[in-house]
C-alpha cells in the first residue's frame, strides 16, 4: 500500500504555544487528505477534510480558527493547533486518498500518528 | 442519519476463528473497509468490500451483504498479534468515510 508519514511522531508543549503537524504522502499524489483525532479508548474523530489547493472542510464542532489546515501541495498537508490547551492533548492521525477511480478502491492510506500532550 | 454498529468487545482464545460483525445504515455507498489498530498505533487497511460476497485474504476475509446493510470479518488461525481493535467504515456518497466505534479483540492463549 501507499506510505503516508507524519511528523513529530510526539510533542509536549506548553499551553497557550502553537504546534505545528505536517502529514506528507511519500509514493503518490494525495488530491483528499483528512486529519482525525482520537481520545484514548475512543473511535476515530474526523476533524477535516482538505482538497489540495482549496479550503479544508471542518466538521461540526471543530473550530477552524485554532486548528488551521493548509494542503498547498499533492504529498503535503499540516495542521497547527494554535494556542494549545492541555484538553487539546490527543492523538492526531492524518490519512490521504489519490484520484477516486470509478470502481476501483477509494481507501484512506493513514501516517502513523502525533501524540500530543500539553501541559 | 448515518450509523455504523459493531460490537464494543470480543473474546477468542488463540488458534480458533472469530467473526466480527458490522451493520449500517449511510447515505449512499460506495463501499466497505475493515482497519486494524493497535493500541496507540494509527490504522493499517485490511480489506474493501464494494460488490456482495466473500473476499478472502489469508487468515482473514471479508464479507459484505448490501441489501441487508451487513458486513463481517472473519479472522482464522488466531494469533496473539491479532489482539487489536477492528474498525468497520463504510465510504458514502460523497465518498467519505463514515467510521464504526471499533471492536477490541481480546484473544487469550
Known amino acids: 500500500g501507499a506510505v503516508v508519514s507524519q511528523h513529530p511522531s510526539w510533542v509536549i508543549c506548553k499551553s497557550g504555544t502553537s504546534v505545528k503537524i505536517e502529514c506528507r504522502s511519500l509514493d503518490f499524489q494525495a488530491t483528499t487528505m483528512f486529519w482525525y483525532r482520537q481520545f484514548p479508548k475512543q473511535s476515530l474523530m474526523l476533524m477535516a477534510t482538505s482538497n489540495e489547493g482549496s479550503k479544508a472542510t471542518y466538521e461540526q464542532g471543530v473550530e477552524k480558527d485554532k486548528f488551521l489546515i493548509n494542503h498547498a501541495s499533492l504529498t503535503l498537508s499540516t495542521l497547527t493547533v494554535t494556542s494549545a490547551h492541555p484538553e487539546d492533548s490527543s492523538f492526531y492521525i492524518c490519512?490521504?486518498?489519490?484520484?477516486?477511480?470509478?470502481?476501483?478502491?477509494?481507501?484512506?492510506?493513514f501516517g502513523p500518528g502525533t501524540r500530543l500532550t500539553v501541559l | 442519519g448515518q450509523n455504523i454498529d459493531q460490537p464494543t468487545e470480543m473474546t477468542a482464545t488463540e488458534g480458533a476463528i472469530v467473526q466480527i460483525n458490522c451493520t449500517y445504515q449511510?447515505?449512499?455507498?460506495?463501499?466497505l473497509f475493515w482497519y486494524q489498530q493497535h493500541a496507540g498505533e494509527a490504522p493499517t487497511f485490511l480489506s474493501y468490500n464494494v460488490l456482495d460476497g466473500l473476499e478472502e485474504k489469508g487468515r482473514f476475509s471479508s464479507f459484505l451483504s448490501r441489501s441487508k446493510g451487513y458486513s463481517y470479518l472473519l479472522l482464522k488461525e488466531l494469533q496473539m498479534k491479532d489482539s487489536a481493535s477492528y474498525l468497520c467504515?463504510?465510504?458514502?456518497?460523497?465518498?467519505?468515510?463514515?467510521w464504526g466505534a471499533g471492536t477490541k479483540l481480546i484473544i487469550k492463549p
Open positions: 467504515a463504510v465510504s458514502d456518497s460523497n465518498y467519505q468515510l463514515i
Open positions: 449511510t447515505s449512499g455507498f460506495n463501499g
Open positions: 490519512s490521504a486518498r489519490g484520484d477516486l477511480i470509478a470502481g476501483g478502491h477509494n481507501e484512506q492510506f
